[in-house]
Structures are given as C-alpha cells and as structure tokens.
C-alpha cells in the first residue's frame, strides 16, 4: 500500500512539475504582455474549463502533462488567423531578449522547484553529513572495519536486524572489533579497503584463516572463518566469494545526517545543487552511450542502475523509497528529475525551448550581419525546411522514450533486493 501510495506521489510530483513549467512560459508572456489564450494540465479529452480573461484553463482527461497557447509561438501559425488588434502582441514581434525569457521560463521553474525542495530537505528534514562521508572514506582508505553481528540470510534487505538464531558472523567470532584497522590477510599486508577485499574473497570458505589488526596503536592477530556469498562481478556476471562480515568503519557519534536550518540552509543548498549539477551534466553528456544497454535489459542482460528511466520507472524508485520510508532520498530524486529536465529542455534542438531559444538568437546575429554587410534583412527562419530534422528529433526521442518505458516495465532497477 505505501509503495503504491509512493509511485503515485512521485507521478504527481512529476506532473506538478510539469503544470509549474507551462506555468512558467504562461506568466512571463503575459507579464510582457503577449497574449495567452488557453493553459491546460493533461491532454485529451477535456474535463473541465472555465474562462477568466481572455485565457481558458482547464483539465483534460490524461495527465500526461501540460501545455500552455501564446499567440505567435508557434512558427507555423498563419498571421491571417491574428485579429488586428492583437498583431502587437504576437509572440515573435516582441524583444529577443523577452522572448528568451518566456521560452527559458519553463526550464528555469524546473530549477526554482529543484532548488526549493533542496532548501527544505537540507534545512529541516536533514540531508547526508559530510562528515559522516568523510569518516566512510576515511575508513575505506585505511580498512578500517565495522563488524557484524551476524550473518545476513540470502535476501536479507539493508535494514535487516541480527536475532538469537542468526550464525555469528566471522569477524564478530574472532574476536575483531569495530573500530580496528586491518593490517594483514594470512600473513599478507594490506593498507586500504580494496587491497583488504582482494585478499580476503579468494579465500576458502570454512577454512580457518588469520587477521592482523591495529587495535588503538596494538598489533592484533585472531582466526576467523569466512563464508561463502554470491556476488556480482565486474562482467556482470555473479561469482561466489569469501566474507568475513565487515563493513567500513563509521564512528556512531557522527549522525547520518544533518539540517543546517534555513538561514545556513541557503547556502548549503547551493553547495548540494552544484554536486547534483556535475553528475547531470556526466548523465546528459552519457546519454546516448546508454541505449545499447537499455536494449541489452530487455534482451535479458542484467539493467545497469546508471541507465537512465522513464516517469514509469522514476515513479516506481519513488514507490521504493517510500516503502522503505527514504523520504528524504524520495525527494532528492524528484529535485535531481527537475534539474535533469531543466537542462535537457535547453538543447538547442527542435522542438524543445532550447532550439527555440537558438533560432531566435541566429535570427538576431545574422540580421545583425546583413546589416553589416548593407544587406536587406532576410526575416524570419523557414520552419518549414527545419522540420525534416524536428521530426528526426522527435522519432528519436520518441524511441529512446518508448525504449526506456519499456525497460522500467520488463527490467526495472530495483534498490533494495
């Protein structure tokens, strides 16, 4: 029931968004005064509408989105179909510079509700402790190790807790504690968590085998026992190693989180938009270096977590997380899928803003030139030539969309197995 509850809060987080950026296109027209005639959630049949103004709002039948009518953005309209009185406010008459606004107002509501949701989660709901990462990364660097109480049973999830009929875990067993850094495998010295893994998984399951810790500046060397589990490898492929039961250290008096409180909170906001910032840039950029393993997931590969998802599958991560009572992670997501949106919205490609916002500048420098040049101006871009590559754009994206749906539906990423 929560999960479900979680995917149709996600899906109407989502198509808030969406309402916001039509929202956004629709008042900065209207604030330069350009004329707006029709702003509806949804498309398909019409639910209901009422008139206030000169604009209709409504809802239509699929919330499937949104869309918003500014006279003259579109390129195609005929001028014929303009009453005389409203030919000053055609959209392309105005100024680029308002222009620009109105066709990136859209993208930039995306980056407001990013911020915005960002802002309360790291002033007072708490967001992940630097600190506390530090401390992880530390741990890794030198292995040192945080035992556990027992071993996990096959599927156990992340929040599993030990009972009294659960086998002790090795390291628990042998004596190692939370805390210590381990210095040696059988004799072999290790210095960071990756050496430390390498020497223990090739190890014989059930086979006694020693462990040298530094404990508080003192050497220490116990026998453990490790046991077999299946793991994923580097191929992809699952492969079954030697665990001891440890995890990277991380002092329990550093809290897992923290709220900085609104004032602080604004700036920390930023810091964590431009984290967000550097791995959405990697995400756009690796876009297409994506789609052979999207079609490698429905083929009956397994589905690499770093694929990119459609609203379907953003939708059921968002169900998981609040199963899993991950609210916080919950709204992380829907802040990253804005500013994802915000930034893919800008290509300057057809028909997304951004190549609207391109052609409308190339109209400016190249009237610029043929002036510079004493050459008559020569008007508006031909949509009609460029919409031979619009629709290659749309096929393309229609199919990555198509593709992904697809994927989240056959091989969803699950994150808690």
Sequence with gaps: MVFV??????????????????????????????????????????????????????????????????IGMTPLEDEEDVAPEDKHRVFWRKPLWQRTIVLAAGSIA??????????????????????????????????????????????????????????PAPAAAGGIQSGDRVTAVNGTAVTNWEQMTKAIQPLPPGEPATITVDRAGQSVTTTVTPYADEIT??????????KIGVGAYIDPAIPATIAYGPVDGIGQTFVVTGQFAEG?????????????????????????PETPVSVVGASRIGGELAERNEWAMFFILLATLNFFIGVFNLLPLLPLDGGHIAIAWFEKVRTWIYG??????????????????????????????????????????????
Excluded at 140 to 161: L, Y
Excluded at 233 to 242: F, I, M, Q, S
Excluded at 281 to 301: C, D, H, I, R, Y
């Design 5 to 70: 509850l979680g995917v149709l809060l996600f899906a109407l987080g989502i198509l808030i968004s969406v309402a916001l950026h039509e929202a956004g296109h629709m008042g900065t027209a209207r604030m330069f005064g350009m004329k707006v005639t029709r702003y509806f959630i949804g498309f398909g049949p019409t639910l209901f509408a009422f008139k206030k103004g000169e604009v209709e709002y409504g809802l239509k039948a699929i919330p499937a989105g949104a869309f918003v009518k500014i």
């Design 110 to 167: 995306h980056f407001i509700i990013g911020l915005v949701i960002v802002w309360i989660l790291v002033s007072f709901i708490g967001i992940g402790n630097p600190a506390q990462a530090a401390a992880q990364q530390e741990s890794v660097d030198t292995a040192r190790v945080a035992v556990a109480e027992c071993i996990p049973p096959e599927g156990a999830s992340a929040d599993f807790e030990c009972g009294p009929s659960d086998q």
């Design 233 to 242: 490898g580097e191929d992809g492929k699952p492969k079954t190693v030697a």
């Design 280 to 304: 959405i840039g990697k995400a756009v950029v690796n876009l297409p270096q994506k789609v052979p393993a999207l079609w490698n997931s429905l083929t009956g590969g397994e589905r690499d």
């Design 372 to 417: 510079l040049m004493k050459k008559p101006d020569p008007g508006r871009v031909d949509y009609l030539k460029l919409l031979p590559v619009t629709y290659v754009v749309i096929v393309i994206f229609a199919g990555f969309t198509l593709l992904t749906v697809a994927a989240d539906i056959v091989n969803p990423i699950v994150l808690f197995k």
